[in-house]
């Protein structure tokens, strides 16, 4: 009896938000598909603000949060890699909180890779409040990328 599964290359996922260190950990992931043949997939969450209602004055469009979140994404790996791309990236635009956004995406994924620290508060912080987050529950391997130029 053979098995008709399809098999899939192990996979690495990488949280973009568009900041420096989330650039540094997408050239990184490349890297790292690029020396081991994993697919990559580049995902960024999004999530309507806290006190946001939904309503725009009449006559004014309503500011679309995905499609926003889905121009950072390819606008960052555009910045972050040029046109010399030499591998596939697939992108994953997903609503929700960032840390359970990639928790779920790298489920069953070889390694997550994410920078130190996004767009968050504390910017002196070492390790943002999302990569603290994943690296205590990922159920994967997880590599937390530090902006080089960041000291």
Request: aromatic share 6%.
């Amino acid at each position: 009896m053979s098995d008709t599964t399809a098999i899939q290359a192990p996979l690495i996922v990488v949280g973009v938000d568009g900041s420096e260190p989330s650039k540094a950990a997408l050239r990184w992931a490349v890297w790292q598909a690029e020396l081991t043949g994993y697919a990559l997939v580049a995902a960024i969450a999004w999530d309507f603000p806290h006190n946001w209602t939904g309503w725009s004055p009449p006559g004014e469009p309503s500011f679309d949060w995905e499609d926003s979140a889905r121009d950072i994404l390819a606008a960052t790996i555009d910045e972050a890699l040029g046109t010399d791309q030499v591998i596939e990236i697939r992108t994953r635009v997903v609503q929700g909180h960032p840390a359970g956004v990639l928790l779920d995406e790298a489920n069953g994924a070889g390694l997550l890779v994410v920078g130190n620290r996004g767009h968050g508060g504390f910017s002196e912080a070492l390790l943002g409040s999302v990569g603290q987050h994943l690296t205590h529950h990922a159920t994967c391997p997880i590599v937390v990328v530090r902006d080089p130029q960041t000291r």
